[in-house]
Every structure is written in C-alpha cells, then in structure tokens.
C-alpha cells in the first residue's frame, strides 16, 4: 500500500506558473515510474506528464515546453513545474504510480487558470 498526497494547486492567471507537489508515504519507490494526470470538467482523464525510475520523461504534446516533472527520491516527492499557464490546463491534478499491476491514485489538486 501507498498514499499520494498532492499539494501546490491554486488559481492563478494564464501566462503564470505553479509547482505541484505529490509526497509518497513509503520509500523505496524509485524504482517506479511516477505520473501526472489531470481530469478537466465533463473529459476523461489525461496524462500529463511521466517520470521514470531512472529520470527519463514523457509529456503530452499540449504541456510539452511549458511544464516540467521532477523527483526527488530521497524525499519520496515528484513535483509538476507548471509555466505559461493557460485556461485550459484547468483542471484536477491527480498523482499516480503503478506498483506490481496495482494502481495508486492521490486526491488530486485543482488547479484553476482564469483572470
């Protein structure tokens, strides 16, 4: 078992920027690769952006440039450096990893861009 918990998430303008974070509850999960997704109003859940065990990363083509993931496995945290933010990156930011076929979801973030 693991739990996910999301923070950083907020209203903000579009051009601005947030940082979200996701805290794991056990080590030992570097191994693992780890994920954003986000669910907008009335849409499916999306991925947003992905992390390996060994660094590398994938981002969906609308983020890619503007957002950025990270880890840091001695503090069991991903984050999500969200720049050049736009109305429709509105959404619930939601932190997932995949454990031996199991799947592990946090309680999501919203994340609201709107002037």
């Known amino acids: 078992q693991v739990q996910l918990v999301e923070s950083g998430g907020g209203l903000v303008q579009p051009g601005g920027s947030l940082t979200l974070s996701c805290v794991a509850s056990r080590r030992g999960l570097s191994i693992y690769a780890m994920d954003w997704y986000r669910q907008a109003p009335g849409k499916q859940r999306e991925l947003v952006a992905r992390i390996t065990g060994r660094g590398n990363t994938h981002y969906t083509d609308s983020v890619k440039g503007r957002f950025t993931i990270s880890r840091d496995n001695a503090k069991n945290t991903i984050y999500l450096q969200m720049n050049t933010l736009k109305p429709e990156d509105t959404a619930v930011y939601y932190c997932?990893?995949?454990?031996?076929?199991?799947?592990?979801w946090g309680q999501g973030t919203q994340v609201t861009v709107s002037s």
């Open positions: 997932h990893i995949n454990i031996l076929e199991d799947d592990y």
